[in-house]
């Protein structure tokens, strides 16, 4: 008889125990989404095979900067900066690099999520070559294969 008040007594203490540490993932997750206030710098990257994708971004406030590389193997790599807005952890920016000698400009999507960026896939290409990617944020298509965050160098 004895045993039973003690067993409720222990599920109290680990039903307690459990939910507190539930409540913390909670707070940190909903952190570790948050990078669009003030000033911080984040890099990221994605390697497949012998294909890399190296993203850098400085955010201060609603505005990023940054630099952007694609290194494709057997093909010529795109280096070049990146700079836009971010709102609701959705980057909206221009990319200028240099490409085979040439300068070219291209807009490019990311979304910031749990220390992944994830490259926007555009909807259409218009008839100069330019990707064209939604207006409404709700509807833009990500990459399933993110980019990972690193320490930036």
């Known amino acids: 008889m004895k045993t039973l008040p003690f067993f409720l007594l222990l599920a109290a203490v680990v039903t ?32 497949t095979g012998k294909d890399s994708v190296l993203l850098q971004v400085h955010i201060k406030d609603t505005s990023i900067s940054g630099d952007l590389s694609y290194r494709y193997f057997e093909k010529d790599k795109n280096t070049g900066a990146i700079s836009g807005s971010i709102r609701n952890n959705i980057i909206h920016a221009q990319y200028t690099f240099m490409s085979e000698g040439v300068q070219s400009t291209r807009p490019v999507v990311f979304k910031l999520q749990d220390d992944k960026a994830y490259e926007a896939v555009p909807d259409s290409i218009n008839p100069e070559g330019i990707p064209v990617f939604s207006g409404n944020d709700a509807a833009l298509k990500f990459d399933v294969a993110p980019l990972l965050k690193i320490s930036c160098k």
């Not at 570790?32 to 911080?40: A, F, H, L, P, R």
Request: hydrophobic share 20%.
């Open 16 to 47: 307690s125990c459990s939910q507190s540490g539930s409540q913390a993932n909670k707070n940190t997750d909903s952190l570790k989404t948050e990078v669009t206030s003030g000033n911080s710098d984040a890099c990221f990257l994605k390697a």
